[in-house]
């Protein structure tokens, strides 16, 4: 157990869904990350937020919609998916985003989507 | 950018076997150096890190790796691997004001 805990584990939708992702971390951490881990590619980072504000947001498609209302919380809205937005979305936390080396960021289980 | 590039995909070791998994990195300054593992179903956690000082450092579970600063390269190593290694194994780095960048991940079969 990391202290960083996403919901769903599993989820399947269809194209026209609108469904939500969530991530929990109990570490006291300020800042939070999405990434994306498709097969035999690395693991793509999404987006980051600091202390609640989004520092960057790496071209994703629109049809992915972030929200972090606290430092606790973050969030991934998901609509009008497409296949190949199936994968394996994970959540992260560190203490902060600096250079500093010795932030290190700890991972959620992550959700497995499946877009029909 | 910096990129880490994670030689084999797939490697399948019998228990007790050597492992040494590769992984090298583009960035000529300054960098911290991680591996992560990802056991079946679980998530990512950190294995060994590499800030400074000695090359050698050592991890969690009998894992070491050394960081060749000529090579631009961080190898992980274990002695004598056991089936509960299976698993996917992620080198990264994370080096000026660049976030952290994964390599693509080596997937470890260990067959008892």
């Known amino acids: 157990e990391t202290g960083v805990t996403q919901t769903p584990r599993h989820l399947v939708m269809g194209m026209t869904n609108k469904k939500s992702l969530k991530c929990e971390q109990h570490?006291?951490?300020?800042?939070m990350y999405w990434y994306k881990q498709s097969a035999k590619k690395p693991l793509e980072l999404m987006f980051v937020?600091?202390?609640?504000?989004?520092?960057e947001n790496n071209s994703v498609p629109s049809r992915f919609s972030p929200e972090c209302p606290n430092s606790s919380h973050l969030f991934l809205h998901l609509h009008t998916l497409q296949p190949e937005d199936s994968a394996l979305y994970l959540c992260?936390?560190?203490?902060?985003?600096?250079?500093?080396?010795?932030?290190?960021?700890?991972f959620g289980a992550g959700t497995r989507l499946s877009v029909l | 950018a910096q990129s880490v590039s994670q030689h084999n995909h797939h490697v399948i070791l019998s228990e007790a076997a050597s492992l040494e998994l590769g992984c090298n990195y583009s960035?000529?300054?300054?960098?911290?150096l991680f591996w992560y593992v990802q056991y079946p179903g679980q998530h990512l956690q950190l294995l060994l890190k590499?800030?400074?000082?000695?090359?050698l450092v050592k991890g969690i579970k009998g894992f070491e790796a050394e960081f060749i600063k000529s090579k631009f390269s961080f190898n992980l190593r274990k002695p004598s691997v056991q089936w509960s290694d299976t698993a996917e194994y992620f080198c990264?780095?994370?080096?000026?004001?660049?976030?952290?960048?994964f390599g693509k991940g080596t997937k470890l079969s260990v067959i008892p």
């Open positions: 590499y800030f400074s000082g000695d090359p």
């Open positions: 992260a936390s560190s203490p902060w985003t600096s250079g500093d080396p010795k932030n290190i960021q700890y």
């Open positions: 960035y000529g300054g300054t960098v911290n």
């Open positions: 990264a780095v994370k080096a000026g004001s660049y976030q952290l960048t």
């Open positions: 570490l006291g951490h300020n800042a």
């Open positions: 937020y600091n202390f609640k504000e989004q520092t």
